[in-house]
T-cell receptor, first 112, second 116 residues
Framework: NAGVTQTPKFQVLKTGQSMTLQCAQD?????MYWYRQDPGMGLRLIYY???????DKGEVPNGYNVSRLNKREFSLRLESAAPSQTSVYFC???????????FGDGTRLSIL | AQSVTQLGSHVSVSEGALVLLRCNYS??????LFWYVQYPNQGLQLLLK??????LVKGINGFEAEFKKSETSFHLTKPSAHMSDAAEYFC??????????????FGKGTKLSVIP
């Protein structure tokens, strides 16, 4: 039972490069989320998808785009990476929006 | 918008002592409340959730939390700390952003250290 799978686990980028973080869940959940975690800041929501075919901005969407490819997959794209986007990124899913969220193990992204 | 305040970014307790991690929230409507735990280099795991069924909620690993509406609090406790409880703990509140699109707002986390 894999739950939420994120790839890659680690990545180093140069400023200005682009990258897509992948997330897939096998729990048939309707809602999916992308967060970033920075020291002392807790988790901040970047984008979410309440259901297949919909996406909405969270607290910190600038510099990111998302795609809900199908019910299982929700990707996060950095079009032109900046050092301020150095962070740990977590994907999560839930059956519905008010149900507990299940988290992946994170992608540790460094931008030089 | 909801907000969550966790008092104390770092708490240290002795093994066997009471664990108390504090969480206060702001909400104009009855909220959904959660506690998550994060071990190093891992994602967040659900400890427990409050969904208005009972004010005292029991979770995994011996943790429990009590919802107090008058104090807008949802503090996490465990009677006797174990070395394996050392981790970071996050309180979160669910907010209906409209059309059933709930968002979780997290506190900034409390890192628990357990001293042998």
């Amino acid at each position: 039972n894999a739950g939420v799978t994120q790839t890659p686990k680690f990545q180093v980028l140069k400023t200005g490069q682009s990258m897509t973080l992948q997330c897939a869940q096998d729990m048939n959940h309707n809602s999916m989320y992308w967060y970033r975690q920075d020291p002392g800041m807790g988790l901040r929501l970047i984008y979410y998808s309440a259901s297949e075919g919909t996406t909405d901005k969270g607290e910190v969407p600038n510099g990111y785009n998302v795609s809900r490819l199908n019910k299982r997959e929700f990707s996060l794209r950095l079009e032109s990476a900046a050092p301020s986007q150095t962070s740990v990124y977590f994907c999560a899913s839930s059956e519905f929006g008010n149900q507990p969220q299940h988290f992946g193990d994170g992608t540790r992204l460094s931008i030089l | 918008a909801q907000s969550v305040t966790q008092l104390g970014s770092h708490v240290s307790v002795s093994e066997g002592a009471l664990v108390l991690l504090r969480c206060n929230y702001s909400s104009s409507v009855p909220p959904y409340l959660f506690w998550y735990v994060q071990y190093p280099n891992q994602g967040l795991q659900l400890l427990l959730k409050y969904t208005s069924a009972a004010t005292l909620v029991k979770g995994i690993n011996g943790f429990e939390a009590e919802f107090k509406k008058s104090e807008t609090s949802f503090h996490l406790t465990k009677p006797s700390a174990h070395m394996s409880d050392a981790a970071e703990y996050f309180c979160a509140v669910s907010d209906d952003s409209g059309a059933g699109s709930y968002q979780l707002t997290f506190g900034k986390g409390t890192k628990l250290s357990v001293i042998p």
